[in-house]
């Protein structure tokens, strides 16, 4: 499989065309047997009390043809009291094995779900930011929860319902070989013209449960998208489109879901009718059998029995047929992620970062196009170094290349062309959570966790004590608005820190920043969306922050900037001036035009 994943605003249409019957079935289930034979314990289990429960299911109808023959026929009523008896001790066995092959398989479900899930996403956070790009974060959690729900909702179910299923079928037909060869091989006659049409049928459920699965991972994608915009949606009066839009995405959902049950119910159908009308001529056979003399009254309803037996068994695995369908269309969108493997991953033989760290950065000729090679470039042949302790800003118009060159730095995407060091050593080089152990990242609109103000800063640094997050709290000025809430640090800031003003998200994750305590610094337009106060108390956590550090700083407001060491004016993904302010201003370029625009309105 390529590193691409199924692309989101496919077609449904195009994955299963209309009238093709998908040659790999219920393949992807295959995916999902590794998991199960983790747990070998539990499975030998599953498998010794399935066997039991099944033998025993199967010893009643023996039991109930001796009864017929040795008691009602006889009219010897102590063997019915005999046989009555025996069914009683084989039905109290059935019931432990019952009850326990239940148990066992319903765990073992719950725990390769578990695996699953797990598996999926720790498998999410190591794909490469270009798959994000790439795909809908709605509709990676849609497969993540709603896919995994599915198979939830049958794996253990399903799985034992056909395994005790095919265990039935089997030995019903040894027992009818055993009870009446004659009637076996009229039952074996018959039994293709029910198998083969189900089969047939059952193939296209496959492409009707993909689709199904698709419908639901666009409306969950869509809703997740609008619920966390909702105050963009209410500022500019989308409720009602919005709300249509969601409605014709759930009415394609249901009639793609109803088409789906419309076939399942036409194949149930047809399994009941098909094995009625066989179930109805083996009884007529049996009847001449039995007038004929070639088997006893008890042998013909043991042999019906069996027969009801393996019908009814048939027509479950049927029914699990059809959803074993939809949980391979679940299965296949999962493993599509897991087959997906990471654009950007550590070297085969990596190189190590220098102990003590020496903060330094260097760019060589560096290209880079988001679309490959061929793409439209967002940086071409930038060249600059950063020494230790160095302070270096970037500037220039949106889309120059500022933050990109912040997002090369942490290889969150590989380079076209040219090189990159850190402390010396090519980025491609180093292992990826070493590489971006080096540095602390302060973003424009920092990400907020719905959690607790301490969990937020403890994110830079889990294993951190209590006074080392107090200490990086004071350092960011956090402390300051942290006094004042009833439940202090414990305090639950809302889904991307809601109940935060922006000033105190942008110390929030500064306060991160600095309990990170990493040797380069990354600053994104960290004071941009400010006002005059907070922008003066981030300026001065941030001044804390950068002591010491190497810094490379994103800037729109040139103020903020004017002590660089270094100043790097940036136009159409090249380096067009750099130099000190004062060197920039005297050079009446670029820079001096923004700064004279800036420093005017102020």
């Known amino acids: 499989m390529t590193d691409q994943a199924l692309p989101i605003e496919a077609d449904p249409e195009k994955i299963v065309p209309e009238g093709h019957i998908e040659p790999r079935r219920l393949r992807p289930l295959q ?17 010794l009390f399935l066997l039991i429960s099944a033998i025993t299911s199967l010893a009643i109808p023996a039991a109930l043809g001796g009864a017929i023959d040795e008691g009602f026929v006889a009219q010897n009523l102590e063997n019915v009291g005999r046989y009555g008896w025996i069914v009683l001790t084989i039905a109290l066995v059935m019931a432990i094995a019952s009850g326990a092959r239940f148990y066992f398989i319903s765990v073992i479900g719950e725990r390769v779900l578990a695996d699953l899930r797990q598996a999926v996403f720790g498998h999410l956070l190591r794909l490469d930011a270009a798959y994000f790009d790439r795909n809908r974060i709605g509709e990676l959690t849609s497969r993540l929860n709603g896919d995994v729900a599915v198979i939830r909702g049958a794996v253990g179910s399903s799985l034992s319902l056909a395994l005790r299923s095919m265990v039935t079928i089997i030995g019903a ?14 039952v074996v006659i018959a039994l293709p013209l029910v198998m083969v049409p189900v089969i047939a049928f059952s193939r296209r459920l496959r492409g009707m449960s993909r689709k199904t699965q698709d419908a639901l ?26 709300s249509t839009l969601y409605d014709q995405r759930s009415e394609a959902s249901y009639h793609a ?17 098909l094995g009625t009308g066989a179930l109805v001529g083996l009884v007529w056979w049996g009847a001449r059998s039995v007038f004929d003399g070639a088997v006893t009254a008890g ?22 047929l059809g959803t074993l369908q939809m949980v ?139 006074e080392e997050v107090i200490a990086a709290a004071k350092a960011a000025l956090v402390d300051d608005f942290v006094a004042d809430l009833p439940a202090g640090y414990d305090t639950i800031v809302g889904e991307r820190g809601v109940m935060l003003s922006g000033g105190q ?57 004017r002590d660089a060491s270094t100043i790097l004016v940036l136009e159409g993904g090249r380096i067009i001036d ?15 035009e923004l700064a004279k625009l800036q420093f005017r309105e102020a």
């Open 217 to 242: 991972a666009d409306l969950s994608a869509m809703a997740t998208e609008m619920l966390g915009a909702n105050r963009t949606v209410k500022a500019f009066t989308q409720e009602q489109v919005q």
């Open 328 to 466: 391979a269309g679940s299965t296949e969108r999962l493993t599509e992620i897991l087959d997906t493997e990471p654009a950007i991953k550590d070297p085969a033989s990596p190189l190590d970062l220098p102990e003590p760290p020496l903060g330094t950065v260097e760019f060589d000729k560096v290209s880079f196009a988001y679309d490959g090679a061929n793409g439209e470039k967002v940086l071409d042949g930038v060249s600059f170094s950063v020494a230790k302790g160095q302070t270096v800003a970037l500037v220039g118009p949106s889309g120059s290349g500022k933050s990109t060159t912040l997002s090369l730095l942490q290889r969150f995407y590989d380079i076209d062309g040219g090189t990159i060091r850190v402390d010396g050593i090519d980025v491609r080089d180093l292992r990826l959570g070493e590489l971006r152990q080096r540095f602390a990242y302060v973003e424009q609109e920092p990400i907020i966790f719905a959690g607790t103000i301490r969990d937020n800063i403890l994110f830079g640094k889990p294993e951190a004590g209590h």
């Open 505 to 561: 998200k942008q110390r929030l994750a500064i306060a991160r920043a600095i309990l990170r305590n990493a040797p380069i610094l990354l600053l994104d337009e960290a004071t941009s969306a400010l006002d005059a106060q907070s922008e003066y108390l981030v300026q001065l956590a941030l001044e804390h922050l950068m002591k010491g550090r190497t810094t490379l700083v994103i800037a729109h407001r040139l103020a903020t900037i």
């Open 173 to 186: 037909l040894v027992m009818m070989i055993l009870t009446s060869p004659a009637l076996t091989l009229a």
């Open 299 to 320: 042998q013909l309803a043991q042999f019906l029995v069996y027969a009801l037996m393996a019908s009814g068994a048939l027509t479950n695995v049927s029914e699990v």
């Open 31 to 47: 995916r999902l047997v590794p998991f199960v034979l983790a747990y070998p314990v539990r499975l030998s289990l599953t498998l």
């Open 257 to 273: 879901e109803t088409r789906r049950l419309g076939a399942r119910a036409v194949m149930v159908g047809m399994v009941i009718f």
């Open 578 to 592: 750099q130099g000190t302010h004062g060197e920039l201003v005297a050079k009446d370029g670029r820079y001096a």
